[in-house]
């Protein structure tokens, strides 16, 4: 069994309010050790206090014994803060497909707040957006409308590491 191989399995895990994207593609598996007999996972929420943490964490738990692994060990961890650049490009567009505005790349904390101001439209596009609310469906997520197509959209935003 190799890391690569569990990764694998873990593509299985669907976020539970996005069910296009793993937890992989969402980068909150931020690390796995692979042993003889055990697996351990650390997650990282996007959000301190994420109600789906538990969820999430069982979901992966079963996954993996699923695959035989008899001792796995899935620790939730906020050493290091969980960033929208943690991303997949495979992840931005299963979120453009499911009708949500990836969040653009910081490399970095968020220098320039007109970041979360504009966001390319999912449906068309266009770059003629605006946010009509930072407070979207779920923490993760603000409302955006775009006036090329007349719809309105989610974005997935954009979170950056602390510095």
Same mark, same amino acid.
């Given at each position: 069994?190799? #890391?690569?191989?569990?990764?694998?399995?873990? =593509?299985?895990?669907?976020?539970? =309010?996005?069910?296009?994207?793993?937890?992989?593609?969402?980068?909150?598996?931020?690390?796995?050790?692979?042993?003889?007999?055990?697996?351990?996972?650390?997650?990282?929420?996007?959000?301190?206090?994420?109600?789906?943490?538990?969820?999430? #964490?069982?979901?992966?738990?079963?996954?993996?014994?699923?695959?035989?692994?008899?001792?796995?060990?899935?620790?939730?961890?906020?050493?290091?803060?969980?960033?929208?650049?943690?991303?997949?490009?495979?992840?931005? !567009?299963?979120?453009?497909?499911?009708?949500?505005?990836?969040?653009?790349?910081?490399?970095?904390?968020?220098?320039?707040?007109?970041?979360? =101001?504009? /966001? /390319?439209?999912?449906?068309?596009?266009?770059?003629?957006?605006?946010? #009509?609310?930072?407070?979207?469906?779920?923490?993760?997520?603000?409302?955006?409308?775009?006036?090329?197509?007349?719809? /309105?959209?989610? !974005?997935?935003?954009?979170?950056?590491?602390?510095?």
């Amino acid at each position: 069994m190799t #890391r690569e191989l569990v990764l694998g399995w873990l =593509e299985e895990v669907k976020d539970p =309010e996005i069910p296009v994207l793993s937890l992989v593609d969402l980068g909150v598996i931020t690390e796995v050790e692979v042993s003889t007999d055990s697996v351990r996972v650390e997650m990282t929420p996007t959000f301190v206090g994420c109600p789906a943490m538990d969820y999430m #964490r069982n979901e992966v738990i079963e996954v993996l014994k699923a695959h035989g692994v008899k001792h796995p060990t899935v620790n939730v961890t906020l050493k290091k803060s969980w960033s929208s650049d943690h991303i997949s490009e495979k992840g931005k !567009q299963a979120l453009k497909k499911f009708g949500l505005a990836p969040p653009p790349s910081l490399q970095g904390p968020i220098q320039d707040i007109d970041i979360l =101001e504009h /966001a /390319a439209c999912p449906r068309c596009s266009g770059t003629n957006t605006v946010m #009509r609310s930072p407070f979207g469906p779920t923490l993760c997520r603000s409302l955006h409308y775009c006036y090329d197509c007349q719809e /309105a959209f989610e !974005q997935f935003k954009p979170l950056g590491e602390a510095s």
